[in-house]
């Protein structure tokens, strides 16, 4: 995933670095438990799992089980997660051509890791 979208969801929507790759992991390779996501990113398990939760708390993520996350549609989480920042750091909402941007890339490697 090219380097842009990740600087995009940091400046943006204000995820950390590794809640960005633990996200566009998910995202473009459907749903891991953490023990995967810290071997994919080479990340420590602990780091893989409080990014989940934290993707989870903000609206990105589902535990569809006590050990597996996976992604919602981007074109919703992306619009979801900016939505949440501005709340949190009282910035007015409103339409965000970049992170309308980071939905539509992310939505083909979405649907492509579902319909394999």
Same mark, same amino acid.
């Given at each position: 995933?090219?380097?842009? #979208? ?10 950390? &670095?590794?809640? =960005?790759? %633990? ?38 993520? #589902? ?10 549609? &981007?074109?919703? =989480?992306? %619009? ?37």
């Amino acid at each position: 995933m090219d380097s842009k #979208i990740e600087n995009d969801l940091i400046s943006e929507i204000h995820l950390n &670095p590794i809640q =960005t790759k %633990v996200y566009l992991l998910v995202t473009c390779y459907g749903k891991m438990t953490p023990q995967t996501i810290s071997e994919k990113l080479k990340i420590s398990l602990d780091d893989a799992h409080t990014a989940a939760k934290d993707l989870m708390n903000l609206g990105a993520f #589902i535990d569809i089980s006590e050990t597996e996350f996976e992604a919602m549609h &981007p074109r919703f =989480t992306v %619009v979801n997660m900016y939505r949440r920042m501005c709340e949190r750091e009282n910035i007015e909402f409103k339409r965000n051509k970049i992170v309308d941007s980071i939905g539509v890339i992310l939505e083909k490697p979405y649907d492509d890791a579902r319909t394999k």
